[in-house]
């Protein structure tokens, strides 16, 4: 009879667990490290992209030299963030990660901007080519990162709902830290670039001859005598 007394103990320990709702968080922390492992995966694929982007850039446009480092010094610096399923649990280390790739972001839009005034840069087969690596890329992100926001979303929800708040205050189950869009959308935010003043279109028309006036310079000739 005593030895039947610890397997009751863990029936009964097992149905307050499952009805506490530490089942639940335990599979929404899963959901939400399965998508922030998703997210990482596409920010290291487009980190990937960017030497060969870099080098194809050089050879057109070496005097952009501050462009192109600021972009290698952008990736080195994302590089340098280990981006393992524990940073979820670390605000602080998420805000650096989040901040190095916004850095990044912003680094390559000035990047594309310069490559904008280099037209056989543009029509180079292999920048081409990155570029549209780089879009679906940027695209994947996107959508990893709002799976990632929906997950943390619903976890949070969870873990601050009673009675599962007091599940998650017991077993450890923190709050995880979100995207700031906001701030990543400022930072990320290319800057002007002026490629040459186009001309005034009424300065247009006052340099284009009316048809059928005389060019510039020369005089109508005369009306023949009746």
């Given amino acids: 009879m005593l030895r039947r007394i610890p397997v009751v103990f863990a029936w009964l320990a097992l149905l307050l667990l499952s009805g506490c709702g530490y089942n639940t968080l335990q599979s929404l922390d899963q959901q939400v490290k399965s998508s922030w492992a998703e997210v990482v995966n596409q920010y290291q694929r487009r980190a990937d992209l960017i030497p060969n982007l870099v080098n194809t850039v050089k050879g057109y446009a070496q005097q952009e030299r501050d462009v192109l480092l600021g972009v290698t010094e952008a990736r080195a610096k994302v590089g340098s963030i280990q981006a393992t399923p524990e940073l979820v649990d670390n605000p602080e280390a998420f805000q650096r990660f989040q901040a190095a790739q916004a850095q990044l972001t912003g680094a390559l839009s000035r990047l594309l901007a310069v490559a904008e005034n280099y037209p056989q840069l543009k029509s180079d087969q ?86 059928g006036a005389p060019a510039a310079g020369t005089t109508e000739p005369a009306a023949p005598a009746k």
Avoid: H, W
């Avoid at 570029?131 to 799976?147: D, F, M, S």
């Avoid at 930072?187 to 490629?195: G, L």
């Fill in 126 to 211: 292999n920048f081409r080519d990155l570029q549209a690596q780089l879009e679906g890329t940027e695209n994947r992100i996107a959508v990893a990162r709002n799976r990632y926001i929906k997950a943390v979303q619903e976890y949070n929800t969870t873990a601050k709902s009673f009675p599962t708040n007091l599940t998650a205050m017991m077993f450890g189950f923190k709050e995880k830290p979100q995207f700031t869009v906001e701030n990543e959308r400022e930072i990320a935010r290319p800057p002007t670039v002026d490629f040459g003043t186009p001309p005034s279109p009424s300065r247009d028309r006052a340099a284009s001859p009316r048809p």
